[in-house]
Nanobody, 124 residues
Framework: QVQLVESGGGFVLAGGSLRLSCTVS????????MGWFRQTPGKEREFVAA????????YYEDSVKGRFTISRDNAMNTVYLQMNILKPEDTAVYYC?????????????????WGQGTQVTVSS
């Protein structure tokens, strides 16, 4: 059974930074494309960033480009999301997801496994 566990969320003032981590167990992490999504109450889960299995390609939602960086350590079965210059509109529950089939990275339905989410709150 594949399990994803996120950590690193919390409360931060606008302009600050947080680093999210997601560790995967029970599967073949090195073969998965990995993504980060976020969700606020009453809204659909939205794509934030993704990284391919080999780290060759990285993708970002437009509003986070230049502020967020996704990376992975296949030896540690962990994917990271470094979030800098945080804004109040970044406030959300952030979810890590694993894409076993590797059919695409931008849509939530393309992912096979999900973490439980970690809350990020950015205050002005």
């Amino acid at each position: 059974q594949v399990q994803l566990v996120e950590s690193g969320g919390g409360f931060v003032l606008a302009g600050g930074s947080l680093r999210l981590s997601c560790t995967v167990s029970g599967g073949t992490f090195a073969s998965y494309d990995m993504g980060w999504f976020r969700q606020t109450p009453g809204k659909e889960r939205e794509f934030v960033a993704a990284i391919t299995w080999s780290s060759t390609n990285k993708y970002y939602e437009d509003s986070v480009k230049g502020r967020f960086t996704i990376s992975r350590d296949n030896a540690m079965n962990t994917v990271y999301l470094q979030m800098n210059i945080l804004k109040p509109e970044d406030t959300a529950v952030y979810y890590c997801a694993a894409n076993r089939r590797r059919i695409g990275v931008f849509e939530s339905w393309e992912y096979d496994y999900w973490g439980q989410g970690t809350q990020v709150t950015v205050s002005s």
